[in-house]
């Protein structure tokens, strides 16, 4: 049998067969250089010359034969016809040189060794088995010719057994050798397991990763960090191309490591970023590894928390103050019923319906913020789901009020919650048709969403004709509170922007003639890996 470690095709079983043919070339080339010089006559006294010289040419004239013609053999059965020829080949020198005397016993010894190395088993002890009886056959054959001394036949036994002997202690190194070669391979399995796990989790990260050397080149980038700076690749790139205000926090940091950097602004997407450094010191390149952070969903977690508070809140508000509210307007209602009341008194009553029921929709409003549900956004294409949304609002319009709806072109996918964008879209609506009533017997509400041309992404308008909103008053527009009705709550505008910021939009007032209009930025509409 083949070794698998040392199997014919193996790099270190072609290496062992180089080496095997160097040897039995040498080996050859030696016996030629010695029966050439005449030092067989010497050396060799029980040599029989002419067939020794005929034996030595013909070992090295084959040898040369199969290292032509199996010079990389991968088929066992010709490494086993390769190692068996040599070994019958040196038993044939051994006979001729005369038996134990002439050492070729030891090179028989190093064949067998060296077959098996390639060879592996039964086929291997079969070459040692061979070399044995070669060597014994052949002391054996000699005694009749020449007389033999006990010992040579002890050292015949001998030279047998180290034959033996070889092929074992060889067969076991590389059964070690495998065993060491396996487990070798089964860690550097385990590492690139682990090297490709480090990896899927760098690129599944939501945070931005970029590794630079010393010259600030892009070593790593993960997926996050690309998708931030809007990049398709960096990977071998000069940071200084790409993002020179990341470049500049990299500097500051590298004069004060203790100054906490400053955050960056994206110019393409608007992103802001919140970077922090690190130097590897372990790196022999001085590598720095820099941490990006998108502060839009960091604001959007302390938004949560936010809200988590508010809750709180409102609930504490909902058992102290609505109660006592409720038997306020239930009170005053039972009073505006009396027949005893004159004109200026049921005036009095009406005056505290009117403002508890204010009051309920203060509180009912807070509820509404506090008990919403957890943000859910989805990708969501708003040119057809914004026109399944105007069919509702129209059907359920009066005959003053009218909505009017224009798509520009482009792909507008964006992330958002559809329930918390219809709930913003309704408070803008009503909002929107409030003040344009204001000033037209017919109120009027356009929608129009386009891609905004900066920034290229997707941006809703709703517009409507009324008398617009002072200077001094759009500051306050979406604090709580705050409205310009006297009907009004104040915390309509205030929800609607607590729900855009929980989708990482973004709701602003836009001043306009004729009017006013409130903008809502989308995010793009590519989920965080």
């Avoid at 290292?67 to 019958?88: G, Y």
């Avoid at 997407?269 to 590598?287: K, N, R, V």
């Avoid at 709806?405 to 219809?422: E, S």
């Amino acid at each position: 049998m083949i070794a698998e470690a040392s199997g014919p095709g193996s790099k270190q079983a072609q290496r062992l067969l180089r080496l095997y043919h160097l040897y039995r070339l040498s080996v050859g080339i030696t016996l030629v250089l010695l029966i050439s010089s005449n030092m067989d006559n010497q050396l060799l006294t029980l040599a029989n010359n002419d067939l020794l010289r005929s034996g030595s040419w013909l070992y090295l004239v084959l040898n040369i034969l199969l290292v032509v013609f199996l010079e990389n053999t991968r088929r066992p059965a010709q490494l086993f016809s390769l190692t068996l020829v040599d070994v019958l080949l040196l038993c044939g020198l051994f006979y001729a040189a005369g038996g134990v005397a002439s050492a070729i016993g030891n090179l028989l010894i190093v064949s067998v060794a060296i077959g098996n190395t390639l060879l592996r088993g039964r086929i291997g002890l079969l070459i040692a088995a061979v070399a044995a009886l070669g060597i014994v056959g052949s002391s054996f054959l000699l005694s009749f010719s020449h007389p033999t001394s006990p010992s040579d036949y002890l050292q015949a036994g001998t030279l047998g057994a180290l034959c033996f002997a070889a092929a074992l202690l060889v067969q076991g190194l590389i059964r070690r050798l495998e065993v060491s070669e396996h487990l070798a391979e089964q860690r550097a399995s385990e590492v690139v397991g682990l090297e490709a796990l480090n990896a899927l989790i760098l690129q599944r990260m939501r945070t931005g990763i970029l590794v630079l050397d010393d010259q600030r080149r892009v070593q790593l980038a993960n997926h996050s960090a690309l998708s931030l700076l809007g990049q398709e690749r960096l990977d071998g790139e000069l940071i200084d191309d790409y993002s020179p205000t990341l470049v500049e926090r990299l500097q500051l940091w590298l004069n004060n490591p203790t100054l906490r950097p400053q955050s960056l602004k994206v110019a393409h997407s608007g992103l802001e970023l919140q970077p922090s450094f690190i130097a590897l010191d372990q790196s022999p390149h001085h590598q720095t590894l820099i941490f990006l952070e998108d502060l839009a969903q960091i604001a959007q977690q302390a938004q949560q928390l936010k809200l988590a508070a508010l809750g709180r809140l409102t609930a504490g508000i909902a058992h102290e103050i609505r109660n006592p509210l409720g038997a306020v307007s239930h009170a005053a209602q039972l009073l505006q019923e009396s027949e005893e009341l004159n004109g200026a008194d049921r005036r009095l009553t009406q005056i505290i319906q009117d403002h508890s029921q204010r009051m309920n929709r203060v509180i009912e409003n807070v509820l509404q913020l506090s008990r919403r549900q957890q943000t859910a956004p989805q990708r969501l294409d708003l040119k057809p789901w914004l026109m399944q949304f105007v069919e509702e609002p129209r059907e359920a319009a009066s005959e003053r009020q009218h909505i009017h709806l224009r798509i520009g072109l482009g792909h507008f996918t964006t992330l958002m919650d559809p329930n918390q964008l219809t709930q913003i879209l309704d408070n803008l609506l009503r909002n929107a048709w409030r003040h344009s009533a204001l000033t037209h017997d017919r109120a009027e509400v356009w929608l129009e969403l386009f891609i905004d041309a900066d920034s290229q992404l997707p941006v809703l308008e709703v517009l409507d004709n009324g008398p617009g909103v002072a200077p001094d008053q759009q500051v306050h527009l979406f604090e709580p509170f705050f409205t310009t009705s006297t009907q009004g709550t104040g915390l309509g505008l205030y929800l609607s922007r607590e729900l855009c910021e929980s989708n990482q939009a973004r709701l602003d007032f836009k001043p306009r003639q004729g009017g006013g209009c409130f903008r809502i930025t989308f995010a793009h509409g590519r989920k965080q890996r």
